[in-house]
């Protein structure tokens, strides 16, 4: 996954978070990790598609970025964003 550039660094640590894909028994799944302390966060099924641009539209993946993003008192932020 190249969503890096929409990441933050790693709350715990301030490392460099990175978004994976995995196949699983059940399908595809993505998640994301810090290369430094390996904090992470759940992983959720999405569908495999070629095209990037819609592959980063799945609610799933924008769901996934929202909930790396987010940090405790950030009210501004918005899911999607």
């Known amino acids: 996954m190249d969503e890096e550039r929409r990441l933050k660094p790693c709350p715990f ?32 099924k999405v569908e495999y598609l070629k095209d990037f641009d819609e592959y980063m539209k799945q609610p799933a993946i924008q769901r996934l970025i929202y909930l790396w993003n987010r940090r405790d008192g950030d009210d501004t932020m918005e899911e999607g964003t």
Do not use: D, I, S
């Open 13 to 44: 640590c301030g490392g460099r978070a990175v978004g994976h894909n995995e196949y699983g028994k059940y399908g595809l799944f993505a998640f994301v990790r810090c290369e430094t302390c390996g904090a992470n966060t759940k992983c959720v």
